[in-house]
């Protein structure tokens, strides 16, 4: 279904169904349901936002990620530095590598230093 967005109108309305069923059903179920977005599933998300680029969508999607507890991995940082480099804002792109950088130094697999 993600995959499948061939426009921005679709993509929003794939996210905004995700998003209602990540969070537990919505105003038509009441009972919660056991639906719970994935990394990859996550990622396809960011692709599909960056590829319209609904830059404040995928902002919400990344921070909807960083909630649910997903660590990001390189898949989502590439998407969301292409939505902004797609805008033009490589500032705010290269805030995300220096996240990225960040992250796998603390992960312990960053780029390595000859002693």
Known sequence: MIK????????RFVLDLLLQLNRGGG???PEPLQ???TLRSYNQ???SLSKFLHIDDV???YLEMLADKISP???TFNAIVL??????NVVEADLYVSVRRAN????GSGPRRSA
Do not use: E, Q, R
């Open 104 to 107: 796998l130094t603390a992960w």
């Open 35 to 37: 639906f719970k977005l």
């Open 27 to 29: 105003p038509k179920n």
């Open 45 to 47: 998300i960011l692709i």
């Open 73 to 75: 991995d390189m898949s």
């Open 83 to 88: 939505a902004y480099c797609k805008l033009g």
């Open 59 to 61: 902002k919400t999607v």
């Open 4 to 11: 499948a967005c061939s426009s921005p109108a679709d993509a």
